[in-house]
């Protein structure tokens, strides 16, 4: 225990650093930290916890799992892999949700639910989730007479639980009360951080938890009623893209519930500081959108029944954006014989939200999340049969491929995404994007030769890879920014799973964290082109 804590858990609390303790946090990855941690975990678990020195094993074990976890998504899949959520999941249902004045067994219910909850951010987690019936074991916890206990295993359903059992998000007015007071503290500070009874947290992901228990329309309800509004508009005023974003989604989210409506409406502020977002030349394109669809929801005569994804209903009967993507299309000189008209759709804010489309959506076995390409316009490709006979449309994933307008031709005609180092028809050689990983600018060990996708478009429809060319269009003679990607379908276990390489440092799309948004794969084969992707700006 002595070499855990100076080699492993003291690195932790020497530095405040959320970076710094990620590094950290990913190194003990590479070195099969998570799974060494969990053999002496079980063993220490063997030992039993009435012996002292045994018992601060298990303390410095599951407080170093609980800290790592907060900081690194490499490590939270590795603990996945190596088995501890077995482990935590089986002293939940040992101990139950019953307050106790036992200390030891406290701190094992603690422990294991604050570590879930930092594991089950991982969306590599949700199929371990999945098969260890998470859901179902820790629901009991949301009734736990203390808040911190309750609001934790909400916050954890809240990532991993299927649209099929949204029915087990539904929260008591005490954990939703619990939650707003945290986040109203937080909004008190600089750093917009506030302190939990078990540590600290920041405004953004009590933001994003009560965003992700909105789903529920009963939490809908008692989420507005508790006092909810005010605090998501001060977040929307005072916090950053990130905040802004999700306190925008939040209140889309509420706004779905007719009864809620006019609350909103008649919030001071509400409206105006919506308005200024969709105005202001400062705003990023993600925080406009959001506030946007949060406008037009609000709009008395736009319906809210969500139709589902991939709906007959595509695109409004006349889509300007749709049209003018089109043309742009049209100016690229492309066969008709790629495309199937059937299958066309716009997400552009006004088409995505009238369909009553969710921003993310699951598709595979295992279930993996995407993101809604919003702001591009598909064109659908013909796909072979044998998309038909693999039973992709079920079984493969969803992803996305940015590239450079002049690859879109050979990429058709190929039938296939190329990699650097790929010849193409005509006897050109594709290289690495400036931007990306070179083969002289890279990681030790780092293999530039790869299809690079993410399940985000945010990611792929990046300058780096879907690199903006100048288009006029011949009907208004105006001037756009053009990009194009591609919408495919990939092959479970064909691609690994990696941080980004882009040199972003920010965070690029809410749902996936930049440790796990960039997918890439050496097979050929595994990908099936579905649609090509316009935006024009």
Known sequence: MESVGNNITQPYHATSSRKLRQRFGDHLATLGGGQELTKLLVRLDDMGMENPDTWLGINVIRSTCWNYSDASLKICKQFGQAGLFKILLADLDRYGPRRTQNEKRRFL???????????????????????????ERI??????????????????????VDDSKIELLEANTQVISYLLKLLSAALENPDLRGQADDGTCSALEIAMGLANIAVNDNNKATLVDAGCIPLFVKLLQVGGPPEQECSANALWELAKLDSNKPKIRQEPEAIDTLKKLTTKSDTSTAVKQSAERVLMVLKPSL???????????????????????????????????????EYDMCYCTTCHTERGDKLYYTRGQPEKDYGVPIGWSRFALKVHDRAHALNVFEKWHIAFHGTKLDAVQPILECGDLLMPGDVVMGGKMLGEREGHFTPDRKPAGFDTKQIFLSPSIRYSGCNVYSFPTEFKDPTTKKYYHAKVAFQIYINPGSYKVGPQTIGASDQIDPKFDNQEIEWFTKQRGCVILYGLLIKLE
Not at 139 to 148: G, H, I, Q, V, Y
Not at 312 to 337: G, I, M, N, P, W
């Open 109 to 135: 219910v603690v422990s294991a639910l604050n570590i879930l909850h930092n594991c089950a951010k991982a969306t590599e987690n949700r199929q371990v989730f999945k098969d260890l019936r998470a859901v």
């Open 303 to 341: 319906p809210t029944q969500q139709r589902g994804f991939g709906s007959a209903v595509t695109t409004r009967e006349s889509c300007d954006y749709h049209v003018l993507c089109r043309r742009f299309k049209d100016s690229l000189q492309l066969s008709d014989l790629f495309f199937d008209k």
């Open 139 to 160: 629901a009991p916890f949301l009734k736990s007479e203390e808040m911190s206990v309750g609001s934790n295993a909400l916050m954890t359903i809240a990532y991993i």
